[in-house]
């Protein structure tokens, strides 16, 4: 079992530049999400997907941001024109349908600093 | 509003010193409530999922509790390798549930 894994860990950008991250979900798993936490917070929930459908996105994807899923496998998370208050952490969660709640789990994240 | 609320924000504790972590929650309707423990700069690690009141899970020296309002995640005898954050999550019921809502967290620090 090799873990959801993430690409880069770390990103360092100027402002207005674009950046794109990228996740690589638990082989079995059709559901793959897209949070950012900054520090001293929990994780936010930006996006969902159900194999290669986007499902869900919380108002806080605003429009510099997109999330594809190609081919129900990996997943990239695009941001354009990048701000300062886009520093935080992303991380990317995975899960498999099962009876009762989905437990998610976690990749190492990739830590973006906008300077 | 779907709301997840943890205290206290920091707990220190020597080690073997047993204490209890708060998760109090409001949700429309209870899918399952989550714990997980995050390291400083990693992912968080899945711990447990709790889907009903009354419903107890264990592991090692950790156990997690469940009522209608409220998850107690109780630590006995720490040891400093238990030093982490650790995070509470609500699933809500219904077709746009799937989003983990987390809490801000329980910062963890256990000395020798």
């Known amino acids: 079992d090799t873990g959801v894994s993430q690409n880069p860990r770390h990103k360092i950008t100027k402002r207005g530049q674009n950046v794109t991250f990228r996740c690589d979900p638990i082989?079995?798993?059709?559901?793959l999400y897209w949070y950012r936490q900054t520090l001293g917070q929990g994780p936010e929930f930006l996006t969902y997907?159900?194999?290669?459908?986007?499902?869900?996105k919380s108002r806080l994807l605003s429009d510099r941001f997109s999330a594809e899923r190609p081919k129900g496998s990996f997943s990239t998370l695009e941001i354009q024109r990048t701000e300062q208050g886009d520093s935080a952490m992303y991380l990317c969660?995975?899960?498999?349908?099962?009876?009762?709640?989905?437990?998610?789990?976690f990749g190492p994240g990739t830590r973006l600093t906008v300077l | 509003e779907d709301q997840v609320t943890q205290s206290p924000e920091a707990l220190r504790l020597q080690e073997g010193e047993s204490s209890s972590l708060n998760c109090s929650y409001t949700?429309?309707?209870?899918?399952?409530l989550f714990w997980y423990r995050q390291d400083p700069g990693k992912g968080p690690e899945f711990l447990f999922t709790?889907?009903?009141a009354g419903e107890e899970k264990e592991k090692e020296r950790l156990k997690a509790t469940l009522t209608k309002k409220e998850s107690f995640l109780h630590i006995t005898a720490p040891k400093p390798e238990d030093s982490a954050t650790y995070l509470c999550?609500?699933?809500?019921?219904?077709?746009?549930?799937?989003?983990?809502?987390f809490g801000k967290g329980t910062t963890l620090s256990v000395s020798s």
């Open positions: 969660a995975s899960s498999s349908k099962g009876q009762g709640g989905h437990e998610q789990f």
């Open positions: 082989s079995e798993h059709n559901r």
């Open positions: 997907f159900q194999n290669e459908a986007q499902l869900e």
């Open positions: 949700v429309s309707g209870l899918r399952g």
């Open positions: 709790l889907y009903s």
């Open positions: 999550a609500v699933q809500a019921l219904g077709q746009a549930g799937t989003a983990l809502i």
